[in-house]
């Protein structure tokens, strides 16, 4: 109950935290390589909480988050390289035209239940992979779209990676927050009725297809975000960027950190992307490593790092092997307690 409690206590305030850590992180280190790959932790976290809203309160299984990454990262790069556009108005045309998009397809997506709408999604960001890597006088193929200027604020610009940091980690927090004023309102509230059973959901009068579509909206928002400050930062865009191997990953991440949970994206973000890195050394053998540690912990920790439960159940068959060796040790000592009368009165004899 008590860590049920910490953890209701530190998703309200997980915006602040989160903008405090690692604003205070930011001024302790002077890492170029920490600021760059945190920084990409970031925008992978954008995108992971808006599958979180989808999947972890929603119940809603897609695979189409690098779609609409793809749309945020694409529209920021065309518009700013090709017309000139700022590259603010190329990222806030690309949340809206994700918004329009995920509004759209959600209508037939949602018609579909199950293994059925997972198979479409699927297939959605396979098709955006697929032309994002066909189309080479739109999206530039798989040479991509170089030299995507920075976002300007008057005479600030974000060149600088600090600079850059600061920004990425600010919306984080931001996405963080309104994704916990989303879970705690009335939609919140309508979103887990839906994924414990959409049947009693609908029984209960609630509109269960606008309830999907505002989720689905939410995510493709926070994937075109994502998208959009990943390919702004690192000054490129790519199909690559929007590969299966991604799509694996993202979920990887959600279901590390844990489903449901606030601070899940971020630990699970930063988990995928920094840990990699680490044992880089190890060449040969780094991916076998990596893959084998993330099943164990997947395996035994099914609802994530951050689930309380999944750490009660671990702890558990814990208490139980102490509690037989207890047993066993209490066994031994009264055995040896009934023993020793016996060979007392044997040596008496003797």
Known sequence: ??????????????????????????????????????????????????????????????????????????????????????????????????????????????????????????????????????????????????????????????????????????????????????????????????ADNENVAASLGLPVLRYKLIAFVIAAVMGALGGGLYVDFTSYANPELYAPAIIVNIFLMLFLGGRGHTLGPIVGAAIVVIVPLQIAGLSDIQAIIFNLALLVLILVLPGGLLDARSWRGLAAPLRRLRALGGADAQMAHTADAELEPAALAGRSRR
């Open 1 to 194: 109950m008590r860590l049920d409690r910490l953890s209701g206590r530190s998703t309200r305030l997980a915006g602040p935290i989160t903008v405090t850590i690692v604003l205070a992180g930011l001024w302790l280190g002077d890492s170029a390589f920490w600021i760059y790959n945190l920084t990409l932790v970031g925008a992978y976290a954008i995108v992971v909480i808006g599958l979180n809203i989808l999947l972890g309160y929603a119940g809603l299984v897609s695979f189409a988050q690098t779609a609409f990454m793809a749309v945020g990262g694409y529209g920021v790069a065309i518009l700013s390289v090709r017309h000139a556009v700022d590259p603010w108005l190329g990222l806030i045309a690309g949340m809206a035209v994700a918004a329009v998009a995920a509004a759209l397809i959600g209508l037939a997506l949602f018609r579909l239940r199950g293994h059925y709408l997972t198979m479409a999604s699927f297939a959605l960001a396979m098709g955006v992979f697929g032309y994002a890597t066909a189309a080479v006088s739109f999206t530039g193929g798989s040479v991509g779209i170089a030299g995507v200027p920075p976002f300007v604020l008057g005479s600030f610009t974000f060149s600088d990676p600090r600079h850059a940091y600061v920004l990425v980690w600010v919306l984080v927090g931001l996405c963080a927050w309104a994704g916990v004023r989303a879970r705690d309102s009335h939609v919140g509230r309508a979103w887990r009725t839906i």
